[in-house]
């Protein structure tokens, strides 16, 4: 029997084989979970292509979490499949690409509005979304994706002050949900050649930061242990843990200059 036996899972942000997000889904399934997957626009056709590469294909709903309509639906989709759910993925993130290389001084706030919005509000959107469908004697465990936003990043700029939202709004549900048995966690995961990688100037950057200072050697190419450590506190092995954000880097956040 695995660790997530008969649990429900939504998890977000799956867009290929290399993502976080995809391996979560993997290995909860490979725990005993059901999982289910979301996507929007044009993505929703690539996540449902990439879903069926899972021990068990998962159900793909249309979940734009900046539209009010969607996230309203949201709980009659899930509750098409799934009475109700245990847990719940966040693994979201946009900055445009004038908020992000370097251009912190001049970015506009329209691009501010929009790192902020999809990589920060949507985690509490998602998670009010889905509250409904929270079982209120068993609660949920919520697993969000970050960055450690303590210290200012080369080329991250406004995505950098996103995450410290993240990990913020984090501790502030932690705090207004601990309540009804919900669980509120981040993992603050290395660098990963993710997708959303992809769209961050100078990420080889990152990449000789960890090589150097991680104590724990680092493979960039490597996205299980975070999702290894997501699956950990989606599972009951963490039922007085909320309000944290669990490292996932190697090493690299204890270690000085």
Known sequence: MGILEGKNILVTGVLTESSIAFHIARIAQEEGANVLLTSFGRALSITTRISARLPKPAPVLELDVTSVEHLDRLASLVKEHFPHLDGVVHSIGFAPEAALGGNFLNTAWEDVATAVHVST??????????????????????????????????????????????????????????????????????????????????????????????????????????????????SPFFPKTTGEIIHVDGGVHAIGS
């Open 121 to 234: 509000f949507s985690y509490k959107s998602l998670v009010m979304a889905c509250k409904p469908l929270f079982r209120k004697e068993e609660g949920a465990a919520i697993v969000g994706l970050t960055f450690d936003a303590t210290v200012a990043w080369p080329k991250y700029d406004w995505m950098g002050v996103a995450k410290a939202g993240l990990e913020s709004a984090n501790r502030y549900l932690a705090r207004d949900l601990g309540g009804e048995n919900i669980r509120c966690n981040l993992i603050a995961a290395g660098p990963i050649k993710t997708m959303a990688a992809k769209s961050i100037p100078g990420f080889q950057e990152f990449e000789d930061v960890w090589n150097s200072k991680a104590p724990l050697a680092w493979d960039v190419a490597d996205p299980i242990p975070a999702a290894q450590g997501a699956v950990a506190l989606l």
